[in-house]
């Protein structure tokens, strides 16, 4: 990404516009930008409406430079990168904005509510040479990214099995009772807690092993406990190539967090939050890193903006989580 020069002969720090507000994430982007870039402005979307200001845009009122517009186009007139943030269904709408503006875009996951509409949408944004982004942190946690050296490496021998975990206990704690409610309802783009948290386990797997196909063979998911579309969270088993893969995504786990288990015939790894332990017939390893966290894609973002999951992760990742959906209902 080209960088202009102040005056002074200093590099002036990328201008970010923000478009949708609605997201859970949206503070964990901000505070990644704060020091790294500039926000220059932010629409807020077209968010159900609610009392409870989005988690960050209250810290952005009254900052020097930062315009709330009401016209998505607008905001990206003085931006370098953009940043979407806002309910699943707006995304279309707000990524055609982008890429009439020719910019590099962050966007939060899903890419679209099923399958179709992300198929159609990204081979707009391809044909339209639009550099996107979808923000599947779970890539750039250190720990797994040292797994997947491990791995690679042959330190587990041959891959026998794998279990993963994304949990947390938001529904229990009312998470989706303010400015993220929208993701209760299909109408804003909501799809459940698997559909949620599954699909970055979904994205991890094609990271660990990025030759070895997916596919469903069964899937549980609980039903809210409100009732209604989408589900609390379930259990999906893949075939990950030829290794049994289980997945376990939910909103209602206490205290939840990322876990990893890699069972291989030469030793098994564990990675638990930032902790990872490998053991092995040479012995134990045992390594410590930061946990994972959602800025850790917009800090690869500004890094450079085509490292991120892309377009045809995200498609992927679609296909994926409605195969799930689809042996759930079986």
């Known amino acids: 990404m ?10 002036r720090r990328p201008r970010v516009a923000v478009l949708g507000t609605a997201h ?44 709330l517009v009401a016209d998505p186009a607008g905001a990206l007139v003085p931006a370098d990168l953009a940043l979407i943030c806002s309910t699943t269904a707006e995304h279309a709408e707000l990524a055609a904005v982008v890429a009439r503006a020719g910019l590099p875009v962050l966007v939060e996951k899903p890419l679209a509510a099923t399958a179709a509409e992300a198929e159609e949408l990204a081979g ?9 982004a979808v923000a599947m942190f779970l890539r750039r946690a250190p720990g797994l990214r040292r797994a997947a050296e491990l791995l690679a490496g042959g330190r587990l ?36 807690a698997f559909a949620d948290l599954g699909v970055h386990l979904v994205d991890l797997l094609r990271r660990l092993r990025p030759d070895a196909p997916i596919r469903v063979r069964a899937a549980a ?22 290794v049994p893969a289980t997945l376990h995504a939910g909103w209602t786990s206490h205290p ?47 890094s450079d903006p085509r490292e991120p999951a892309g377009l045809e992760d995200a498609v992927a990742c679609a296909r994926v989580m409605e195969a799930v959906a689809e042996a759930a209902a079986v």
Do not use: I, K
């Open 24 to 67: 859970p994430h949206l503070a964990d982007h901000l505070r990644v930008l704060a020091g790294r870039a500039e926000v220059c402005a932010v629409y807020q979307g077209r968010r159900p409406a609610d009392a409870s200001p989005a988690p960050g845009v209250a810290e952005l009122r009254g900052v020097p430079g930062v315009r």
């Open 256 to 302: 939840g967090g990322v876990r990893l288990v890699l069972e291989g015939t030469r030793g098994t790894l564990r990675v638990d939050g930032g902790e990872l332990t490998l053991m092995t017939v040479e012995g134990t390893l045992r390594e410590s890193h930061r946990p994972p966290a959602a800025g850790d894609a917009t800090a690869a973002f500004l």
């Open 157 to 192: 021998g041959r891959l026998v099995a794998c279990d993963a975990w994304f949990t947390h206990p938001g529904l229990e704690n009312g998470l989706f009772t303010g400015t993220a409610a929208w993701m209760l309802s299909p109408v804003w783009g909501g799809r459940g």
């Open 124 to 132: 707009r944004l391809t044909t339209a040479g639009t550099p996107v």
């Open 221 to 242: 998911l609980t039903p809210l406990p409100t009732g209604g579309p989408g589900d609390a969270g379930g259990t999906a088993l893949l075939e990950w190539g030829s």
């Open 2 to 11: 080209p960088v202009e020069r102040t005056p002074g002969g200093g590099s």
